[in-house]
């Protein structure tokens, strides 16, 4: 289990973490997800023991990440958006490696080494990978892509300005949206643009729009 409790990140007087504070349980996929910017990748990478936290602790496997990094990592496997390969390795090498400061038991390494090998020769490589991983682990999915955390989590955390807004399933939470009569959205197309793309679809009134920072633009659907 992993505990998030009270999180805060500032950079100077930016705050990127404002408070964060939710549970994930063993054996379930989650979704992270919100805009750039929102606070996620700050939040994985205090999570990872990357960076430390201005306030709040993160707890894993009841080991403060802070506090007891060594036996905390243990607990946990970190696949980052850009991964730190070595391009003079081979795969099996690279993976040896792994387990080595992992600090497997030596006893262990090759058939942990065999194991993931064959995990990632099969087809529909990612979901099926995240799969297997959940049925004797917790997951962990960040994304700024809703269709990609639909597909595949059991449950979203969305984040937005640093601060959690929404948890649940993602029926639960495609049920909410339902029944609300306002969506926001951000993105980088001009208002024009969105507008020509959405003037076909049905159940939309109105469409307003406000310009934010480095040409993102954020609407309101009133519905």
Known sequence: MIEVKNLVKKYGNHLAVDHLDFTIEPGRIYGFLGPNGAGKSTTMNIMTGYL?????????????????????????????????????????????????????????????????????????????????????????????????????????????????VASDTPENLERMLGESDRVELETKASPAEVREILKNVPGIERILAKAGENGVTSFILEM
């Open 52 to 164: 430390g936290a201005t306030e709040g602790e993160v707890v894993i496997g009841g080991h403060d990440i802070l506090k007891e990094p060594e036996e905390a990592k243990r607990c946990i496997g970190y696949l980052p958006e850009q991964p730190p390969l070595y391009m003079d390795m081979t795969v099996r090498e690279y993976l040896e490696f792994a387990a080595e400061l992992k600090k497997l038991p030596r006893s262990k390494r090759a058939d942990q080494v065999t194991e993931v090998e064959k995990m990632v020769r099969i087809r529909d490589v990612e979901k099926r990978l995240i799969r297997s991983l959940a049925k004797r682990h917790t997951v962990i999915l960040s994304s700024h892509i809703l269709a990609e955390v639909r597909e595949i989590c059991d449950y979203i955390l969305i984040i937005s300005k640093g601060r959690l």
